[in-house]
């Protein structure tokens, strides 16, 4: 009974939430953290090599502020271009559609 109930208002605020934002936010936000942690994974390397490049420094953290710079760009790409497709959607009138799927 007690699971019953936290399942309901789990379920309940998600989908409320998926209606607010609506399916192509909700799909691009769950996209980008995937997206984010493999392209951090696999591009870090290249952004501290960037960064020591161009400040000259050789920090002891730098894997790290590395890794989390280049997490947080992919992810606000991926925001940026999904608010761009739902402005789409808005212009051809299926802004409804997209939230009805996002419950």
């Known amino acids: 009974m007690v699971f019953d109930i936290i399942f309901l208002v789990i379920f309940c605020w998600a989908a409320y939430r998926g209606f607010t934002k609506g399916f192509i936010l909700q799909v691009a936000m769950l996209g980008a953290l995937f997206l984010g942690i493999w392209g951090a994974i696999k ?61």
Do not use: C, D, W
């Open 43 to 103: 591009f870090s390397g290249y952004t501290s090599a960037l960064i020591m490049e161009k400040l000259q420094t050789n920090v002891e953290y730098l894997p790290v502020i590395s890794f989390a710079l280049t997490f947080i760009v992919i992810v606000i790409g991926i925001h940026f271009l999904a608010k761009l497709v739902e402005k789409l959607l808005e212009a051809i009138a299926l802004s409804f559609v997209n939230r009805l799927l996002g419950v």
